[in-house]
Structures are given as structure tokens and as C-alpha cells.
């Protein structure tokens, strides 16, 4: 039976395991799901995953949830795929796993606290808070740093000195792809300190070419929307001023 993947790209998580599948030949049905609608909590979708979120697969009878598992699995269950992206000798598969178990208690946490309370909270109907987005930039701040002066010294291309793509770099630069829905001078602000990090985020788009780009329209569009809203939120506020402007008439 063909490997089921339950994702939504909107989903950081969700957007690795699909770029992994394309970039290593996986053959798989990609099962869409719109979290916004609240797909993932229906009863059909708890049989796969009982947490009742995305991204998890279905391989024959086999089901997995948590995307760094998946990974794990994807790179050891299926024939073909490169040692470069979770490596037989057991040291780097070790460095790997670090990367990945940090991720999700620094990166991870600051990045999608700091877009909820700036971006997506009014989008999803719920309250933003000032100062969760304070208290997530300065994580997400620190985690970049971090990754630049402990993972991305030395004269490598990606993560732990590596000439190639590891399955820890596919995942932290998904995470940080969802930057790209914010402000751009709250993303530039944020980004551009850190000049390792970005050069990282390009060589692992040209590494995982055309589909990296592909699987992230998604996020581009929705970009472009809250582009255009922040703009007509603008236009609006401006044309209010003129209109309380006292007449010199």
C-alpha cells in the first residue's frame, strides 16, 4: 500500500515531510488537511493520529505522528535515500537528534509564539498578546545565535559542518520559512543580524530544488494576502486622519 502523509502546508512540520517524500523519491498519497477547518480533530483522523494534529503517516498498517520521528522513519524505512540525511554512523545520527530534540523547545517555540501574537491571531479569531510576542522574539533571537555559533561554524553548509542536507536542517529551515508571513521590517529586523542563518536557509532551498519552493506557494500566497490586508489597513487609518482633520474652510 502506497504511504499515506496527512499534512497541511501550512504547517511548518507538515511542509519537511512533504519536501523529504519529493526530494528522495518517495512514492505517496498526500492526504490534505485544513487545520483552519479543523480537519485534524475529526474522529476518521484520531484513528492515525489520537493527538489530533499534523503532520502524521500511514504506511500499510503502520501509523506515526510528530514530524521528527517521521523523518527518522521515512530515512530508514524506505531504499534510496541518501546517508547524508540521517547518517548510518551512530555519532552523526546522535549530533542529529540533538539538533532536533532542541528544536522544539527553543526554535520552534519562539518562532510560532512570536507569528501567532503577530500575525495569525486576528486572522484565527483569538486574542493576541504584546507580550508573548516580546517574550517569543527574544527566544527566537537567542535560538538563531545559537545555531550560528554552535551548528553553523566552521566552513560547512549546513548544520554540524555538513557538505549535504540533514534531516535537522530540512526541519529548522521549514520552521523559519513561516517568518516569511510577517512584516518585512519585523522579518528583516529579526533575519538579518544573522547572516549564517540566512545564507544556511538558501543553500538548503538550492539543495532540495524545484520542490522546496513548490511545497511552500502556499505560505508565499498567504504572504501576499496579509501583504495586501496590512496595506488596506493603512490606506484605511490614513484616510480616517484626513477625514478628522478640522476644515480650513
Known amino acids: ?25 518517495i512514492e505517496f498519497e498526500e492526504v490534505q488537511m485544513n487545520l483552519a477547518k479543523r480537519q485534524q480533530l475529526s474522529p476518521e483522523f484520531k484513528k492515525i493520529n ?23 522513519y521515512l530515512a530508514c524505512a524506505f531504499p534510496g535515500i541518501a546517508d547524508h540525511w540521517y547518517p548510518a554512523d551512530l555519532f552523526r545520527r546522535a549530533k542529529i537528534n540533538s539538533v532536533l530534540d532542541w528544536h522544539h523547545s527553543n526554535l520552534r517555540r519562539g518562532a510560532a509564539a512570536y507569528v501567532l ?12 498578546s504584546p507580550q508573548a510576542a516580546v517574550e517569543a522574539e527574544r527566544l527566537l533571537s537567542a535560538s538563531l545565535s545559537k545555531i550560528e555559533s554552535i551548528w553553523l561554524k ?7 559542518g555538513g557538505f549535504q542536507p ?40 538550492n539543495a532540495t530544488r524545484p520542490h522546496f519552493e513548490e511545497v511552500h506557494q502556499i505560505l508565499y500566497r498567504a ?17 480616517s486622519k484626513r477625514l478628522s482633520l478640522p476644515s480650513k474652510m
Open 50 to 72: 489520537p493527538m489530533g494534529q499534523v503532520p502524521a503517516i500511514a504506511d500499510g498498517k503502520f501509523n506515526l505522528f510528530e514530524s521528527h520521528a517521521i523523518l527518522v
Open 223 to 239: 504572504k501576499t494576502r496579509f501583504q495586501e490586508q496590512r496595506s488596506m489597513g493603512a490606506n484605511n487609518t490614513n484616510s
Open 166 to 205: 540533514s534531516i535537522a536542517d530540512l526541519s529548522l529551515v521549514c520552521e523559519i520559512m513561516q517568518l516569511e508571513l510577517l512584516d518585512e521590517n519585523d522579518r528583516s529586523r529579526i533575519l538579518d543580524p544573522h547572516k549564517k542563518v540566512l545564507q544556511w536557509i538558501e543553500n538548503t532551498k
Open 1 to 25: 500500500m502506497k504511504l499515506k502523509v496527512y499534512a497541511d502546508r501550512m504547517s511548518q512540520p507538515s511542509r519537511a515531510i512533504l519536501i523529504f517524500c519529493k526530494v528522495n523519491g
Open 117 to 128: 501574537n503577530t500575525v495569525l491571531a486576528p486572522v484565527l479569531g483569538i486574542p493576541a
Open 154 to 160: 566552521g566552513n560547512g553548509k549546513f548544520l554540524l
